[in-house]
């Protein structure tokens, strides 16, 4: 297609009459460009982008003061003239909190993105190291929670045949004993404000030496001491959740001794 073909297209449709539908969206368009406004916040976004972009003469009433002080323009501050050269940039706030609000803000942001790399980093590690770390967390966080129940069951068996210690009970989770620790710790602290001489605390009925080795086994260990510990005193069976008549009872009906029998 050439070029003179297009040109006579172009002249013929200067020349073509318009359509009365034509006419009037060429008017409406014409009016609509009429009837617009910018809003104030445009007029004053626009002036102030054009006011920041002029740069300070000599003419400004801050640079007369300066320069009669011994700043030249167009050079920068400070004694080796390593400073700034132009004026700090304003940034206006486009909300309604308060001063310090936007750096608060800034610092919880990169907070949360530290957190989200962190789970990025654990995610890089290799995959099978990872199963097998949380499958060892699971088991346990089981055990421990296996412990607790075996200890509260010798404590109440115990207490219905009137005997109030077992070194068995020192297997007890530490986490159970927290809230004991801090009152301990706070009946001290009480103690050491008084003038009187406090009160000894009472010893341990057991030796250091078997607590020490007694908690120094696994915890599938320690959880086998007191299965049996129920089975043999109580003829309870841990795993299977019951009592038992008497041993003979147990020997028939209980599956097995560990908890992969039953």
Known sequence: MSSAFLDQATEFEKKREKSYSERRKEHLRDQHKK?????????????????????????????????????????SLGKSQQGLDTPIGIELKQNRGGLGMDSLMKR????????????????????????TAMAQRSKQAHRTRQL?????????????????????????PQFDKEDTQQEEEQEEEQADDIIASPKEKEESPYDPEQVEALRA??????????????????SYCFWCSAKYEDQADMDSNCPGLTEDDH
């Not at 740069?55 to 050079?75: L, P, Q, R, W, Y």
Request: charged share 35%; with cysteine.
């Open 35 to 75: 009837g617009q406004f910018k809003s104030r916040r445009q007029l004053e976004q626009e002036t102030r982008e054009q006011g920041l972009q002029n740069k300070i003469d000599a003419s400004n009433k801050g640079m007369k003061m300066m320069m009669k002080m011994g700043f030249k323009e167009g050079s």
């Open 108 to 131: 919880k942001q990169q907070e949360q993105l530290d957190k989200e790399m962190a789970k990025v980093r654990k995610l890089d590690q290799d995959p099978e190291d990872f199963r």
């Open 148 to 172: 607790t129940a075996a200890v509260h069951l010798c404590q109440r068996f115990d207490a219905d045949k009137d005997i109030t210690t077992n070194i068995l009970y020192t297997l007890l």
């Open 217 to 234: 086994l696994s915890l599938d260990d320690q959880l086998e001491k007191l299965a049996m510990y129920l089975r043999e005193s109580y």
